[in-house]
């Protein structure tokens, strides 16, 4: 499986951004879909997982309320709706997907998937 992450780029505090994760090289469907962020310094951290077989979806405490995930199974792709951003959001952010259909807290682990995208960097700053 190939993930290409895009949407990342600068924006003022409080403005929004859409990632997108566009994936390829098996059955998009059969995927669970994760993004994850790394900040300098800091260890790369969960931010939000769709599950495959029923689209439930995940959210980190930080995000939860300004965050949105979504799948479109059509076009092999998961999008990271970020609204109210902070400079804190401000990272690395990487696509994932999982195999597996976990239950919510294994979604929280990078180990628990199977493929990483090269990432895309989003920076809050006015």
């Known amino acids: 499986v190939q993930l290409q992450a895009s949407g990342g780029g600068l924006v003022q505090p409080g403005g929004s951004l859409r990632l997108s994760c566009e994936a390829s090289g098996r059955t998009f469907s059969a995927l669970s879909m994760g993004w994850f962020r790394q900040a300098p310094g800091k260890e790369r951290a969960f931010v939000a997982a769709i599950r495959r077989a029923d689209r439930n979806t995940f959210y980190s405490n930080s995000v939860k309320g300004r965050f949105s995930l979504s799948r479109d199974n059509a076009r092999n792709t998961v999008y990271l709706q970020m609204n109210s951003l902070k400079p804190e959001d401000t990272a690395v952010y990487y696509c994932?997907?999982?195999?597996?259909?976990?239950?919510?807290?294994?979604?929280?682990?990078?180990?628990?998937?199977?493929?990483w995208g090269p990432g895309t960097l989003v920076t809050v700053s006015s």
């Open positions: 994932a997907a999982s195999r597996a259909n976990y239950n919510s807290a294994s979604y929280f682990y990078p180990n628990n998937y199977d493929y």
